[in-house]
């Protein structure tokens, strides 16, 4: 029958034309399904069916409504194959898909649907077959299809292929699987052993068990930013302590001048450095190790006598100063008048100038030598115009004529003469008596030139002279006088350098008495000085309390020299402290004057400084534990202590679930434990979701480790090193795990029940090096969490070389198969007044 469309639009023809296949009305009723059941499609697995259609389904366009309704409904199946029988009235469907997908397609099927077809009077390219619903056939007008179909259905049954775990055997879609049959669904022609296979069941296990390993890392990950407030909090009082500490150090009075560049004349560097690598080893008492220090005891030795030769050679540097501003001074004077007879003058700066050249410890002083050279390179420009004044004086055709000579202004020579003096008058403080009225000779004088240029000269000169033999230090105060009441401190320290030599040796021929550090440092140890002086005064009045005082002493000298100094420690170096506090105290309640000079000791106040700022440590880290919450902060840092207790109990309990699941160990179990192992998943994304719940901005992140030096003596910079460095150490290891967890979530989106190959097993292998290389002690990780982290990774490294499966024997074929039959999934749909109930 021939098509007939009417001249007029039709709305049918124009979906042929658009390439159409399903009216807008079945387009919308697939939508509105696929909204109801997108988010429980999602979550089921792809699994292997075969359907079974009765009903108007023969001769009937059913096959090809079943693949134009099945491509549009499916959101994650397909139709494999379709097959007809008509002698039996039905048509299978071989379909990869999920339950509920089967299930909407099969009730959706169940309305009537009409199928126009129409294959003459179409234009050329457009769709020759439409579905509508039933209800539309009234918009048909005079719009007439070759022919039409109506079909429906009224009984299904799905038969769905068993898939997963047999014994020992591997099922897919209703076979045994094999390592040729699994290497060609994964597109190898066998599997190899470094070709890993997991199933879905495993690979769930490793995702669960990766994400509880996340879990851990980010609740350590809070654990730190807590305990770095806590840090920043105390940190200035740490500082302060370790600053009264190093007060108490065999070198501290020697450090603090020789380690600052408060008096340049004092600043030795290399001496310090030097004497920091031994005093460690002397506060630990360690004397047995003094030969391995040997290089450093000579080289401080020798840093030592450049100091005294530092000393000695500024000392002739200022002689030579003070003879250059007497011969500046009488030069001046003669310049002043005129007189250009300046030859004695010359030879004697000529002769300083060349001894200034041989300082040769004052040239090469880092804070020195560049207002040394400075004054060398005036003085020699200074010379060298002199040099030339003289050329001039026995030549005078080389500078001009002799009428250039007597035509001086007198104006110029007054103002030069009067700068010139007061100039040397308030530098080398000198009296200079110049005529008001010079006498100028024919054969003598200066241009006006000349003036400027031997004015500037010595100005700069003499500047520059001022500045090097006038040292100052930061204060203020004369260096070099500073530094020469020092010389008892570098004696001493000279003494003891030497007295570390001979130890050397007494220890080399192992004749080392008990603690030889007594005697070379009896004057050096300020613990023990407080304990002499404390006899001295006679507070020590018994056998019990000068042995009870002493111990006092002894053992804070070693906890407090035990560095970095330990947050273990902090009560009982407090404890000592004030037992030793409160004895003096008890001894002296009625003599005032003795509290007060006691406290004017400056050994015992920087003790009691040490026990004040580690009580303001202890406080300040108890007083923010305390705080239930930092939530009224603007920016988020850190929970609080209770929020991660919190944080903690549930993942403890949580864990009390996991390790009683355990696929590998149960694989005869597989599908409840999948099921169980869905829940979990469910519950830690929920654990997850509240400790993310809240995340810090650009500036409250550590997100790079400071490049500087740090002293890992002073626990002030280790203990913000180590913090930020675990921070920044597991921030990396929790983005590396989401990113591998990522990749499981699409392998395990995938419809086989294996999963394997080149990009599975390279994935794997990331993992496990990841996991292997996690070290709880570098990140701090609290014994609890540490023993949980441990079972989860030893769960996953159980799947190193993938799941074991065992290949059927011929033999056994027969009887697996029927096995396998037996555990087919039948679900029959009987059609009551165009609804189907469901039924296995």
């Known amino acids: 029958m021939k098509t007939e469309i009417s001249p007029a639009k039709n709305y049918f023809y124009d979906l042929l034309k658009k390439k159409y296949h399903t009216s807008e009305i079945i387009r919308a009723q697939i939508i509105e399904t696929q909204g109801k059941t997108r988010e429980q499609v999602v979550k089921e697995p792809l699994k292997s069916f075969v359907v079974r259609f009765k009903g108007q389904v023969i001769e009937s366009s059913f096959e090809k409504t079943l693949k134009i309704i099945s491509k549009r409904l499916f959101i994650k199946g397909e139709i494999d194959g379709i097959n007809t029988f008509k002698e039996q009235g039905l048509v299978e469907a071989n379909m990869t898909a999920t339950l509920t997908e089967v299930e909407s397609l099969i009730q959706y099927l169940t309305k009537p649907h009409i199928v126009l077809h129409c294959k003459t009077g179409i234009a050329k390219g457009a769709s020759n077959l439409l579905i509508i619903d039933e209800t539309e056939q009234s918009q048909l007008d005079d719009f007439t299809p070759d022919y039409t179909h109506r079909n429906y259905v009224t009984y299904a049954e799905s038969r769905e292929k068993y898939t997963g775990r047999l014994g020992s055997y591997l099922i897919l879609n209703g076979l045994p699987l094999t390592s040729e049959k699994i290497g060609r669904e994964l597109r190898f022609n066998k599997i190899e052993t470094k070709n890993k296979v997991f199933t879905t069941t495993g690979l769930k296990e490793i995702y669960l068990n990766l994400y509880f390993i996340s879990l851990i890392l980010k609740l350590d990950l809070e654990q730190h930013y807590f305990k770095l407030r806590i840090f920043n909090s105390q940190e200035n009082d740490i500082k302060l302590v370790e600053e009264k500490t190093d007060d108490l150090g065999f070198f501290a009075d020697i450090f603090n001048h020789i380690a600052s560049r408060d008096n340049p004349l004092l600043f030795n560097e290399s001496l310090f450095l030097d004497l920091m690598r031994l005093e460690h080893i002397i ?157 100028f000779r024919q054969d003598e004088g ?57 130890l050397i040796k007494t220890i080399e021929n192992k004749k080392t008495n008990h603690d030889p550090f007594d005697a070379v440092f009896a004057r050096s140890n300020k613990f023990e000085l407080l304990y002499k002086e404390l006899s001295d005064w006679g507070l020590l009045e018994t056998p019990m309390e000068q042995e009870s005082i002493r111990k006092i002493l002894k053992d804070l000298q070693k906890l407090l020299f035990d560095k970095p100094l330990k947050e273990r420690d902090y009560q009982e170096i407090i404890n000592k ?30 003790i009691i400084a040490i026990k004040t700022g580690l009580q303001n440590i202890v406080d300040k880290g108890i007083q923010i534990r305390k705080i239930d919450t930092f939530k009224n902060e603007a920016e988020f840092f850190s929970y609080s202590a209770k929020e991660l207790e919190d944080f903690l109990a549930q993942i403890v309990n949580f864990h009390e679930e996991l390790k009683d699941t355990c696929y590998y160990k149960n694989i005869s179990e597989f599908e409840a434990v999948e099921k169980k192992l869905d829940r979990l998943i469910d519950e830690v994304k929920g654990i997850d979701g509240r400790i993310s719940s809240r995340t810090r901005n650009k500036d409250q992140k550590i997100s790079r480790e400071p490049d500087i ?39 395990l989106y995938r419809r086989s029940l294996i999963h394997s190959g080149v990009t599975t097993s390279v994935l794997f292998d990331q993992i496990t090096y990841l996991l292997s290389n996690i070290d709880v002690r570098l990140i701090d990780m609290p014994k609890s969490a540490e023993d949980m982290f441990k079972e989860s990774v030893s769960t996953i490294f159980h799947y190193q070389v993938g799941e074991t499966f065992q290949e059927p024997k011929q ?17 029959e749909y009987q059609s009551a007044e165009k609804t189907l109930s469901g039924g296995s």
């Not at 007054?414 to 008001?436: D, L, N, P, Q, R």
């Open 446 to 502: 200066l241009k006006a030139g000349q003036e400027e240029d031997i004015q500037k000269l010595v100005l700069k000169f003499s500047e520059n002279l001022e500045r090097l033999s006038k040292v100052k230090t930061a204060t203020g105060k004369d260096a070099f006088l500073e530094a020469r009441r020092c010389v008892p401190l570098l004696t001493n320290l000279s003494d003891i350098l030497d007295h570390l030599k001979e």
């Open 577 to 606: 402290i004030h037992s030793l506090e409160e004895f003096i105290i008890s001894k002296n309640k009625s003599d005032t004057g003795m509290i007060v000079k006691f406290n004017q000791n400056t050994a015992f106040g920087t």
């Open 283 to 439: 506060e630990k008492n360690n004397w047995k190790a003094i030969p391995a220090y040997a290089g450093y005891i000579y080289s401080a030795a020798s840093r030592l006598n450049d100091q005294f030769k530092l000393l000695e050679e500024y000392n002739l540097f200022l002689t030579y100063a003070n003879c250059i501003e007497k011969f500046i001074a009488k030069l001046t004077k003669k310049l002043s008048k005129h007189k250009l007879d300046i030859h004695s003058e010359q030879e004697n700066l000529t002769a300083n100038y060349n001894e200034l050249k041989k300082l040769q410890i004052v040239s090469s002083h880092p804070l020195l030598q560049s207002d040394y050279h400075e004054l060398l390179n005036s003085f020699s420009k200074l010379l060298a115009y002199l040099d030339f004044l003289t050329i001039h004086k026995t030549n005078p055709e080389a500078g001009g004529s002799a009428q250039d000579v007597i035509n001086l202004a007198g104006k110029s020579s007054k103002k030069f003469g009067a700068f010139v003096k007061k100039s040397i008058e308030s530098i080398f403080s000198v009296t200079i008596e110049i005529s008001t009225k010079p006498v």
């Open 709 to 747: 030096h740090i002293d890992y003596l002073k626990s002030s910079q280790l203990l913000r090193k180590s913090l930020e460095k675990a921070i920044l150490l597991l921030q990396n290891q929790i983005s590396q795990i989401d990113g591998f967890m990522h990749d499981i979530e699409n392998n």
């Open 811 to 827: 033999e056994d074929i027969e009887a697996l198969m029927k096995e396998i039959d037996g555990k087919t999934i039948i679900r």
